[in-house]
């Protein structure tokens, strides 16, 4: 068997090239999906990135988590994805 660690960040622990592609990307989707037209600036971007509270990986790409809240039974689990597999983060 082979053991595989994958590191993933918050935005903070970025270094600079990747906190800029993270904010790139939230502004891609935050600019096309807006039915009402807004447009986002990168202040704004930070801030639903932080609020969110996103994980990434080294790379600044947006890792594929889910953080169950309120009265969902899995309240307080964060989730990762990661080829058809769901790994719990602690």
């Known amino acids: 068997m082979t053991q595989v660690t994958i590191n993933l960040y918050s935005f903070s622990d970025l270094n600079e090239e990747a906190k800029n592609k993270a904010i790139a990307e939230q502004l891609e989707f935050l600019n ?3 039915e009402y037209g807004d447009k ?5 971007a930070i801030d639903i990135i932080e609020a969110n509270e996103y994980i990434f990986f080294a790379d600044g790409t947006l890792a594929s988590c889910t953080t169950y ?3 969902h039974h899995k309240a307080g ?5 990661l080829g058809g ?3 719990q983060l602690s």
Request: aromatic content about 16%; glycine content about 6%.
């Open 69 to 71: 809240t309120g009265k």
């Open 32 to 34: 096309t999906t807006d």
């Open 85 to 87: 597999e769901v790994y």
């Open 77 to 81: 689990i964060t989730e990762f994805k």
């Open 40 to 44: 986002y600036d990168e202040a704004e």
